[in-house]
T-cell receptor, first 115, second 115 residues
Framework: KAGVTQTPRYLIKTRGQQVTLSCSPI?????VSWYQQTPGQGLQFLFE???????NKGNFPGRFSGRQFSNSRSEMNVSTLELGDSALYLC??????????????FGQGTRLTVV | AQSVAQPEDQVNVAEGNPLTVKCTYS??????LFWYVQYPNRGLQFLLK??????LVKGSYGFEAEFNKSQTSFHLKKPSALVSDSALYFC?????????????FGKGTRLSVIA
């Protein structure tokens, strides 16, 4: 069974630009969550999508957005990039069907550097 | 609100010695608890989880964790550390009564096993 796939692995962008990151979950998983990981803040929850609907949202500005497609693949977009957006962005997939005890499976992440 | 504390940023242990990585949590109800490990430039890998029942949970790579409700703790343990266990460890919690709210992670503990 293929794992969670995130593309691209590395990105370098300039301040003010926008970026789109992609995540393909494990087959059969309907929930996709996005996290931002930085050395100082640890793992910060961005948002979660389930069956193409945003089900949960973290405390990030509106520049951060996402969507999920009918095949459960998800994208997140960051507009008007700031230097502070430099981070490892992690995607996690899970069954998401209401069983809160099911674990999430993470992709390898996309390392975004804003210069 | 749910929260997780990992009181040690760094744990150093000699190879062959037992290791403990500490985690305490706060939820309004009963918890689901998880441990993940992250190797350099990789995503998080699931190690083990506590749902209910036996307070001692066994997971991957010889790790185990003990759930202690009175102390609201879920410490990760291994009887004999390996150099290859050196990595970043994350504890996470979800309130059992909160349905599909996101996992809340601690800030992580860096484990260094010295040969």
């Amino acid at each position: 069974k293929a794992g969670v796939t995130q593309t691209p692995r590395y990105l370098i962008k300039t301040r003010g630009q926008q970026v789109t990151l992609s995540c393909s979950p494990i087959s059969g998983h309907r929930s996709v969550s996005w996290y931002q990981q930085t050395p100082g803040q640890g793992l910060q929850f961005l948002f979660e999508y389930f069956s193409e609907t945003q089900r949960n949202k973290g405390n990030f500005p509106g520049r951060f957005s996402g969507r999920q497609f009918s095949n459960s693949r998800s994208e997140m977009n960051v507009s008007t990039l700031e230097l502070g957006d430099s981070a490892l962005y992690l995607c996690a997939s899970s069954l998401g069907g209401g069983e809160g005890h099911t674990e999430a499976f993470f992709g390898q992440g996309t390392r975004l550097t804003v210069v | 609100a749910q929260s997780v504390a990992q009181p040690e940023d760094q744990v150093n242990v000699a190879e062959g010695n037992p290791l403990t990585v500490k985690c305490t949590y706060s939820v309004s109800g009963n918890p689901y608890l998880f441990w993940y490990v992250q190797y350099p430039n990789r995503g998080l890998q699931f190690l083990l989880k506590y749902i209910t029942g036996d307070n001692l949970v066994k997971g991957s790579y010889g790790f185990e964790a003990e759930f202690n409700k009175s102390q609201t703790s879920f410490h990760l343990k291994k009887p004999s550390a390996l150099v290859s266990d050196s990595a970043l460890y994350f504890c996470a919690v979800r309130d059992r009564n909160s349905g599909n709210t996101p996992l809340v992670f601690g800030k992580g503990t860096r484990l260094s096993v010295i040969a």
